[in-house]
């Protein structure tokens, strides 16, 4: 993986005398601007291919609406992007907030990514702009842009005028820390190398009130991750596993403790439903079965104040000539449960399978190792590496600022 940063600074100073005299009022004031800095890496890299992701971070007043310009060097492309709305004139490029990031709060920070093309060498952008200003770094104080009138002989010199100026805001209370803990299966587990789950990419999304808990353990059944090795290899005369003793796992366990474990305001986010499909036990898990236990668990973490919310299983990428379509089931089992426990609910399934059809990650010839395919999955098809991942994480931040799930109050 390539590593490239360019952290680019703003700072303005406005200066606004007003001078009372018996000729009147004179003003010298230097245009505002806004302040940024711009944080650029190269996630990946293959052959003539990219991927990037920019963080964009106002250090100057709240903002409604952005727009962030840089311009590419010869051979380099943008093909897709995701959490902005990227376009290109030549070798300008442009990139504007989407409906739920365009608001940027001062000393806020907002992330979008693309896949780019490149021939030759692949430089990070030389400079940016900010809303039409140029994020060069440091700006020393501006120089007036008009003079001051001298008062007439024998008239008292004027008070200087500091205004107008914006009253600093009211302190407001500091946000209530709260933890997310996470239950899932390889898709969504922690991993330094491939596969990545998208859980692991989670975290940087939200504020320093977040914590992450991620307890997914790949090849685990919404059974088999609650019970542990307790769930034997033989069926019961309704054809579910038998799980003998019913002794719950340590990582189950553990967010249910009363002193350590959820707690009011916190989350538990649960994604299953890929290796329940097994015919076999331990990871069988029939359609009733599934949504019972989805059931205990949504009713546990209310029990301790704790939101639950339910996520359909991440969709692997199958091909239909040149469309991604589905490939998973539990998906009406994952919502009847959301449904009878009043859960939110967020459709990964649906949203991953459009993910990859904006990327144009179909058709394929079956090589998962190389190309735009590569960049996003393990050469197994079903599996993340990093740069997946992390567009899977934006996936859920994004349906929990859609979907308004209280969630969301906590992003970046």
Known sequence: MTLSRRRLALLT?????????????????????????????????????????????????????????????????????????VTTAGTAVTATGVSYNSAVASGASVTFGFNGTHTGSNPVPASFTFNGTVCAGPAGPPSPTGGTASP?????????CTGPSTPPASPSAPA?????????????????????????????YFTSDVTV????????????????????????AAGECIVSPTTSSSRWTTMLDATDGMRAGDYLVIQFGINDGDSACPRHVGAAR?????????????????????????????????????????LTETRNAATANGVPLI??????????NSLK????????????????????????????????????TAALREQGIALASYLR
Request: hydrophobic share 40%.
């Open 176 to 204: 209530a820390r709260v933890k997310i803990w996470m239950a899932g299966d390889s898709t969504m587990a922690n991993a330094g190398a491939c596969p990545v789950g998208w859980g692991s990419q989670f975290a940087p």
């Open 290 to 330: 599934y949504q019972q236990l989805l059931g205990v668990m949504a009713q546990a973490a209310k029990a301790r104040g704790a939101t639950p919310i339910f996520v359909t299983p991440v969709a692997a990428i199958t091909c239909s000539g040149s469309t991604a379509v589905g490939n998973r089931g539990f």
């Open 361 to 396: 990650l179909c058709p394929n010839n079956g090589d998962y190792s190389t190309g735009a395919v590569g960049a996003f999955f393990c050469n197994d098809h079903t599996h993340f590496e990093t740069a997946g991942a992390r567009q899977i994480a934006a996936l859920i």
């Open 213 to 236: 808990q991620n307890s997914a353990v790949g090849g685990r059944s919404i059974q088999t991750w609650l019970y542990e090795g307790n769930v034997t290899g033989t069926k019961n």
């Open 152 to 160: 007439a002989p024998g008239t008292p010199s004027p008070t200087p």
């Open 347 to 356: 459709d990964l399934h649906q949203r991953s399978v459009a993910l990859y």
């Open 13 to 85: 100073t406005t200066t606004l005398a007003v001078l009372a005299g018996s000729v009147g009022l004179t003003t010298a004031q230097a245009a505002a601007a806004p302040a940024c800095r711009v944080d650029y890496k190269i996630t990946s890299q293959w052959g003539t291919g990219f991927g990037a992701d920019v963080t964009v971070t106002n250090l100057g007043d709240a903002v409604t609406g952005w727009t962030l310009g840089w311009t590419t060097a010869p051979g380099q492309g943008i093909t897709q992007a995701w959490n902005a709305t």
